[in-house]
């Protein structure tokens, strides 16, 4: 079974925001304690008496205004744990991939952009898991993991009825279950998925490609087509970031 660990970046009503952003990680079930012994190393470098008091949450990382990223005193030192992070990503070499989906929100004033990034990734996911299926002689379900949220029974909701009428591109047969919703100060793998978020955030809301450069490669693809980022919008039809660029290069059914 493949877990996909998902978190939020922005705020559907924080109008001071253009985006949206949900995003997380693809890891088989047998390799998500492996990732979260990698980030309970790099917890302990801040707290090695209670390293599972640490959470990684890299707005506030990133803010700086917190303990213990309150003694981190310049942005430099708080960027590099921010990419310390993304690092257990980017060095992952077990098939760990990355989605992620970035909404103009402006782009969709009728629509909840929450609602419109997890029918996309819920279909890209499921997506993933049929083209592993159809090669490998052990057939593979995924179960989305979340964290508690506001969105929780919404959510719950519309993956049930992904289950049994389809999106927009058709059933989803992968998914095993409703999505779990997980308190993140519990889950290293939650932890990962909102710096993958984050990251996506800062690439579209901010035009900051710091974060988001070294996990690109990440991002779930079958030859040279990127499945796993998708940038929704209608306001630059020439946009040439690489989730627009590979769309339009890829065949129209994704």
Known sequence: MYLLYLDDSGSAQNQNEEYLVLGGVSIFERRAFFISQELDRLAAT???????????????????KTHPWSTLKTPAERKKVLHSVLKVLADDRYGTTAFACAVHKKSFPHDDPMHI??????????????????????????LIVLDESSYETTLQSLAKDFRRVGTRWGVTRNLAEVPLFVNSKASRCIQLADHLAYAVFRRYDANDTSYIDPVLRKFDSEQGKLHGLVHKQTYDLSCMCPACMSRRLASPTL
Request: with cysteine.
């Open 117 to 142: 990034a997890f029918e996309e990734i819920c279909n890209r996911f499921d997506h993933q898991l049929r083209r592993m299926n159809a090669t490998n002689e052990v057939q593979h379900r995924g």
């Open 46 to 64: 801040f707290n090695d008496s209670d390293p599972e008091a640490v959470e990684f949450h890299a707005s506030e990382i990133f803010r700086g």
